[in-house]
């Protein structure tokens, strides 16, 4: 999971630096250059929002499946247990 967050954190960055060097680079003026680059970081920070609103998703849904899990193990354990312990009074 956190090699998942390092790669999607490295394309996205990488993504960035691509697009300012395009647009520094590009034959524009100085104030089209600059709208190019608010536009830019505004799409890229929207972007970066809705990955981390997906992410924050996968990890929720991951904790409750977990959650889930552990309550039906220690039903399990529990249930095991009285039968355990049922037994051994029988046996008295």
Known sequence: MEDSGKMISAVLFGAAIGALAGVLLAPDKGSSTRKKIVEGTKD????????????????QSFG?????????????????????????????
């Open 44 to 59: 890229w920070t929207s972007n970066l929002k809705d990955t981390a609103i997906r992410l924050k998703e996968k990890v």
């Open 64 to 92: 409750e499946s977990a959650e889930d899990e552990l309550r039906k193990s220690v039903n399990n354990y529990k249930e095991e247990g009285e039968k355990i312990m049922a037994g051994s009074s029988a046996n008295r």
